[in-house]
């Protein structure tokens, strides 16, 4: 996880998403870098906390919903 400034001085951070299989930037909302840490940090603690998405196949899905 890396914490970046863009042009327009706000401050976003940019991290790897294994579920996609692609790099993701959130803005932070701040133009102040120690609170665009704090950010920072209560996002590591929700992203561990977020279950992992189960993915079913067509077939499954139908015998369930039957």
Same mark, same amino acid.
Do not use: C, P, W
């Given at each position: ?8 001085? /706000? ?8 579920? !996609?299989? @692609?790099?993701?930037?959130? +803005?932070?909302?701040?133009? /102040?870098k120690k609170y665009a840490y704090k950010?920072?940090? !209560?996002? @590591?603690?929700?992203?561990? +906390? ?13 015998? !369930?919903?039957?």
């Amino acid at each position: 996880m890396n914490l970046l400034k863009r042009k327009n001085g /706000i401050y976003y951070i940019q991290y790897f998403d294994n579920e !996609e299989n @692609r790099i993701r930037r959130i +803005s932070t909302g701040e133009r /102040i870098k120690k609170y665009a840490y704090k950010f920072l940090t !209560e996002f @590591r603690s929700n992203l561990k +906390s977020i279950s992992a998405v189960k993915y079913i196949s067509l077939k499954f899905f139908k015998e !369930e919903y039957i």
